[in-house]
T-cell receptor
Framework: QKEVEQDPGPLSVPEGAIVSLNCTYS??????FMWYRQYSRKGPELLMY????GNKEDGRFTAQVDKSSKYISLFIRDSQPSDSATYLC????????????FGGGTRVLVKP | NAGVMQNPRHLVRRRGQEARLRCSPM?????VYWYRQLPEEGLKFMVY????????ESGMPKERFSAEFPKEGPSILRIQQVVRGDSAAYFC???????????FGQGTRLTVV
């Protein structure tokens, strides 16, 4: 079993819809949770960063962390074709030097 | 504030040659991480360095791979005697170290022919 599980998709939605992404994990030591967006042949771009449980909103993006369930989510409102990319969840623990453990990524396609 | 800079962006090496990948972290960041992304696979941690120190190299292959982050200059990931299986995208990330935030460069795509 992988330490971080993420549905690979692809997830296809019409423009304007809400995109819902999630990851589950097994290591209870994780305390920092991130979502990255990666376009083809580009580097991962940090979208959201959350410490411990709770919600965080930034523009069209909302990140949720539920440490009791070992479950994190990312919601993208009013999705645009430019949101079409692979979304990666990542998490780390300070005791492990904050090295990131990634999910496999979810491909998202927003159709105009 | 420039982001994480990696060069070269693309590197082609013949089997048996050496590959040198360079990474300059964001200004003010003293923590550097290297990750490898194989085709159709996720990002995997390789090594974590601070200035002049290797902190964690648990993800590095035991042979042929080495990394350094000297007092002056960029971090270097070196792969000796490359083989076809080393073909991948290699990403560097930097962090200020206080939080868990990490910012990535655009990567170096290594092709071994």
């Amino acid at each position: 079993q992988k330490e971080v599980e993420q549905d690979p998709g692809p997830l296809s939605v019409p423009e304007g819809a809400i995109v819902s992404l999630n990851c589950t994990y097994s290591n209870s030591a994780f305390q920092y949770f991130m979502w990255y967006r990666q376009y083809s042949r580009k580097g991962p771009e940090l979208l959201m960063y959350t410490y411990s449980s709770g919600n965080k909103e930034d523009g069209r993006f909302t990140a949720q962390v539920d440490k009791s369930s070992k479950y994190i989510s990312l919601f993208i409102r009013d999705s645009q074709p430019s949101d079409s990319a692979t979304y990666l969840c990542a998490m780390s623990a300070k005791a492990a030097g904050n090295k990131l453990t990634f999910g496999g990524g979810t491909r998202v396609l927003v159709k105009p | 504030n420039a982001g994480v800079m990696q060069n070269p962006r693309h590197l082609v090496r013949r089997r048996g040659q050496e590959a040198r990948l360079r990474c300059s972290p964001m200004k003010g960041h003293s923590h550097v991480y290297w990750y490898r992304q194989l085709p159709e696979e996720g990002l995997k941690f390789m090594v974590y360095l601070q200035k002049e120190n290797i902190i964690d190299e648990s993800g590095m292959p035991k042979e042929r791979f080495s990394a350094e982050f000297p007092k002056e200059g960029p971090s270097i990931l070196r792969i000796q005697q490359v083989v076809r299986g080393d073909s991948a995208a290699y990403f560097c990330a930097s962090s200020p170290g206080v939080s868990g935030e990490a910012f990535f460069g655009q990567g170096t795509r290594l092709t071994v022919v």
